[in-house]
Antibody, heavy 119, light 113 residues
Framework: EVQLVESGGGLVQPGGSLRLSCVVSGFTFRSYWMSWVRQAPGKGLEWVANIKEDGSEKYYVGSVKGRFTISRDNAKNSLFLQMNSLRAEDTAVYYC????????????WGQGTLVSVSS | DVVMTQSPLSLPVTLGQPASISCRSSQSLVFSDGNTYLTWFQQRPGQSPRRLIYKVSNRGSGVPDRFSGSGSGTDFTLKISRVEAEDVGFYYCMQGTHWPPYTFGQGTKLEIK
């Protein structure tokens, strides 16, 4: 069974840090690009970052550049998002999703983990 | 960044009737490889997004054939031939041609009249 399971969300103060994880099973993780997408409460979807199969390329949306870092551990089938200098506007449910250029493009999503930034 | 504009933003539909959602991009979504990376997602209440359509018109695995996608260049459409109760939720288009970043439309809320 294919599963993407995010964890690591929670309540953090502005300026704080969190590290999100996404553990994958049921497909060959190391063969796919992966993305993080977020959704603020009551709002639409926003792509945050993605990473190449071997971790050699990483891309970010402008609003998180320099604050967030995407990474992966292919040996542990895990995707990460290190979030520093968090702001209130980063409050959202964060989803991991399978990326790529073929039929697998955003075909698999996790259940999401909620990050709340508030004092 | 490419701006994706959906219409309508709210779509009340009678059960069994068709529904149509438009998505327009601020520039052509044809990539240098000839493909057009326009994707449609459904998000039911309280659930994660689910991909319906990729590369304009390709239905994903397990997606009912009442969902169809069409369009080219900057104008795209998602059609539901006969709306069912389980189709209630939000629908988003997303472009994957001019990235980073991938960009989504604002979302269209489909509800039953």
């Amino acid at each position: 069974e294919v599963q993407l399971v995010e964890s690591g969300g929670g309540l953090v103060q502005p300026g704080g840090s969190l590290r999100l994880s996404c553990v994958v099973s049921g497909f060959t993780f190391r063969s796919y690009w992966m993305s993080w997408v977020r959704q603020a409460p009551g709002k639409g979807l926003e792509w945050v970052a993605n990473i190449k199969e071997d971790g050699s390329e990483k891309y970010y949306v402008g609003s998180v550049k320099g604050r967030f870092t995407i990474s992966r551990d292919n040996a542990k089938n895990s995707l990460f998002l290190q979030m520093n200098s968090l702001r209130a506007e980063d409050t959202a449910v964060y989803y991991c999703a399978r990326d790529g250029s073929g039929p697998e493009f955003f075909d698999l999503w996790g259940q999401g983990t909620l990050v709340s930034v508030s004092s | 960044d490419v701006v994706m504009t959906q219409s309508p933003l709210s779509l009340p539909v009678t059960l069994g009737q068709p529904a149509s959602i438009s998505c327009r991009s601020s520039q052509s979504l044809v990539f240098s490889d000839g493909n057009t990376y326009l994707t449609w997602f459904q998000q039911r209440p309280g659930q994660s997004p689910r991909r319906l359509i990729y590369k304009v018109s390709n239905r994903g695995s397990g997606v009912p054939d009442r969902f169809s996608g069409s369009g080219s260049g900057t104008d795209f459409t998602l059609k539901i031939s006969r709306v069912e109760a389980e189709d209630v939720g939000f629908y988003y288009c997303m472009q994957g041609t001019h990235w980073p970043p991938y960009t989504f439309g604002q979302g269209t809320k489909l509800e039953i009249k």
